[in-house]
């Protein structure tokens, strides 16, 4: 079973997002939110290898979508999953991923 980190770029968008929510909707709908984006992001150390190749973006670099609006990028290396960024509402990944 892999290991999954996060990056500090994931780690500041979903505290984003976690604020974003509670704004808009409240905190317990935001803390569920992120919640399940975290479980499906855990789901990663069962089967790492899911998802879409991007290795135009950056090489190793794989992306998959949760409930239409959140498209996860990571990389998976040996019993490591690091999430690279949890991109919501149309943010742009290959922007963040070509600097």
């Keep these: ?6 990056s500090a770029r994931a780690e500041a968008q979903l505290s984003a997002l976690l604020s974003q929510i509670a704004l808009a909707a ?3 709908i935001a803390a569920r939110y992120v919640d399940a984006i975290l479980e499906k992001c855990e789901s990663l150390s069962t089967f790492p290898m ?8 950056y ?3 794989r992306v998959f ?4 609006r959140v498209s ?3 990389e998976a290396y040996g019993e490591t999953v690091n999430i ?3 991109f919501y509402g149309g943010q ?4 963040a991923f070509g600097e």
């Design 50 to 57: 899911r998802g879409t190749a991007r290795d135009d973006l």
């Design 84 to 86: 690279a960024g949890v």
């Design 59 to 61: 090489p190793g670099l």
């Design 1 to 6: 079973m892999a290991r999954v980190l996060y």
């Design 65 to 68: 979508g949760f409930r239409r």
């Design 72 to 74: 996860i990028a990571f």
């Design 26 to 28: 409240s905190p317990e």
């Design 92 to 95: 742009d990944i290959e922007g």
